[in-house]
């Protein structure tokens, strides 16, 4: 199996095959972008490792894209943490092995920046946390562990 994932969004005209700039505007708005991502990652089983777009200043293509890679997702940025968070993507669980370092808060959010932690459980086991999040739907989430921001990626 090829771990190349591209998913291609592009609205062309059937006559000449060129991108229709006069239809990317709602092509590339959302909902309509972030569920076509969506079901593409429910029918492959993986998230989109690129993504293309015509006229990706269109619409909210580019807002789109930004949250997929962590570039200012929901007004918050991400930062280096003295922590392994793994796996990522994750299916059922996710470890946290935090090297000692004193977790205050644990928070995870998803895209529409609800604090879904009482779906998950959490278990803490020496420097490991591990979080069941089997209730979760498939999306990408921010876990915010202190002040700390990590997006993670649930198939």
């Not at 593409?40 to 619409?59: H, M, R, S, V």
Request: with cysteine; net charge negative; proline share 4%.
């Amino acid at each position: 199996m090829n771990d190349l994932f591209i998913f291609n969004h592009f609205v062309r005209s059937s006559l000449t095959g060129t991108g229709q700039e006069s239809e990317s505007q709602v092509a590339n708005s959302n909902p309509l972008l972030w569920d076509r991502i969506l079901q593409c990652q429910a029918e492959k089983g993986k998230f989109p490792n690129f993504i293309t777009l015509d006229f990706y200043e269109l619409g909210d293509g580019l807002s789109a894209t930004n949250t997929i890679n962590g570039i200012d997702p929901l007004g918050v940025t991400e930062a280096v943490v003295p922590m392994r968070v793994y796996p990522n993507p994750f299916a059922n669980h996710l470890e946290i092995n935090h090297n000692g370092y004193t977790l205050d808060e644990i928070s995870m959010f998803d895209s529409k920046d609800v604090n879904v932690m009482a779906d998950v459980t959490v278990i803490l086991s020496h420097d490991v946390l591990l979080l069941e999040t089997t209730a979760l739907s498939q999306g990408i989430y921010l876990l915010q562990l202190g002040e700390q921001i990590i997006k993670v990626t649930k198939l």
